[in-house]
């Protein structure tokens, strides 16, 4: 089983589901939305705090809990940057996933996307997966009614993957990103149509912001924080993010997990090459810094 789909259990509790639990999910998340429109997102439309989201660099450690032990699991890093594409500026941001449990037989992953500026509408999204020597590329293309395979692109695996999307879709491994660009408050409810390329079908699911809360920033200071939870439409909240109040920037996320431990998501502090990437932005700054 390839280390992207191993993970992708403590990454989050989306799973995959069988087809009437999936509908049965989806109507609740349609009525979920429909009482509460204000916060149901849809892909093209302007989101209301985009320029909350500046080039730079984000680097976060993930480790799991588990009776009182913890255990590194691998670190992030996700690098934003406007670019002019195919005639156009566009967003461009970059994930690189380096896995510290495994030093035997190294993995790294790469995840390569490109974005609408102002919508963050999904244009690509290409992964790049390597251990142990072994390479392999999937690359995907979110169109408005379906997400295809990128057919030009070497070595793709996916050349010839499509699915069908009910409605445009949001590109799931940035879920941090967008909901950066949403307008949090208390009492806020976004029902976002999301889609991890390869994977689970399109489907639209809840974030609520169930409070405040004061949590430790990368440098041990208190921030003061929006409090998310999500259930990924199994009735059971498994995630719960905080987000500085001040730039919206995720500082941690704990999500449980079936066994009882607990996945655990935390922002680092830059580093000093991060100020070439990302040209000294305030997205990087944390609040009270």
Sequence with gaps: MLFHQQTRCIRSNRGRVVALSMIASLLSAHLSAASADAGQVKVGESLPRFKLLHPGVHRYLRYMVKDGRRSAVDIWTRTITFEEKDGRKLMHI??????????????????????????????????????????????????????????????????????????????????????????????????????????????????????SGTIAGPDGRPMDCWVLTADYNTGKVSSRFWFDKRTQVLIREEQSQDDGAFLVKTLLNPESADAVAGASQPSVTVAGS
């Design 94 to 211: 970059v994930q690189r996933w380096d896995e510290t449990a495994d030093q035997k037989t190294p993995f790294f992953l790469i995840q390569d996307s490109w974005f609408e500026p102002g919508t963050f509408r999904p244009l690509t999204h290409i992964r790049h997966r390597e251990r142990d020597g072994k390479v392999e590329v999937s690359g995907y293309r979110f169109l408005p009614d379906k997400i295809v395979g990128i057919s030009d692109l070497p070595d793709n695996i996916k050349k010839d993957f499509s699915v069908a999307a009910p409605e445009p879709s949001y590109n799931f491994e940035y879920d941090m990103e967008l909901l950066q660009v949403l307008p949090l408050h208390a009492g806020y409810t976004a029902n976002i149509p999301f889609y991890d390329a390869g994977f689970d079908p399109p489907a639209r699911y809840n974030f609520v912001v169930a409070g």
